[in-house]
């Protein structure tokens, strides 16, 4: 009497057993899926992610003295708010010896650096301690930057503009 019933557990549990490993085959893969779209939190559809490559705007045919990239400060220790920072030369952003220095303790040394690629300009951590954030969402390699994105390093944010 016993063994049909011990067969019938072990059947059971093998089945609630293959379950559990499907469910979790099926949600790594939903999650390493939706990484590759830009995370679950992102702002951006998925169609319009840009890469350095895709940024060509119709505004690169202008010349470059309508192109005057800037860094305003929204809020930073040491940095009055609203004032901008011109970005046609390489930007080094930290509290050591950089060209734009923060006073801010959850800053690295040499935090994150914003480079010009032509008419496009690109922000990369420079493997900070705390992180950089691009609108939200940790920089994880170079990320081009558009107007308006807000840039957060610490406490310390700033807006792009052009």
Known sequence: ???????????????????????????TLFDLRRGLRGGGGSTVPVGEATSIHQTV???????DEEFEPRLVVEH???????VAYDL?????????D???KLEDPFASTRHASITRHGRT?????????????????????????????RIRIGD???TYLQ
């Open 121 to 149: 300009l690109v922000l990369e951590d420079l493997g900070s301690t705390n992180g950089t954030y691009l609108n939200g969402e940790p920089v994880t390699g170079p990320q081009p930057l558009h107007v308006g994105d």
């Open 98 to 100: 950089v060209e734009l």
């Open 57 to 63: 705007d119709p505004m690169a045919l202008l010349g």
């Open 1 to 27: 009497m016993l063994q049909p019933v011990s067969v019938g557990l072990k059947l059971g549990f093998l089945i609630v057993l293959y379950l559990f490993l499907v469910w979790v085959a099926a949600s």
């Open 156 to 158: 310390s944010e700033f």
């Open 88 to 96: 046609m030369d390489p930007v080094t952003l930290g509290r050591g």
């Open 76 to 82: 930073a220790s040491g940095h009055e708010p609203g």
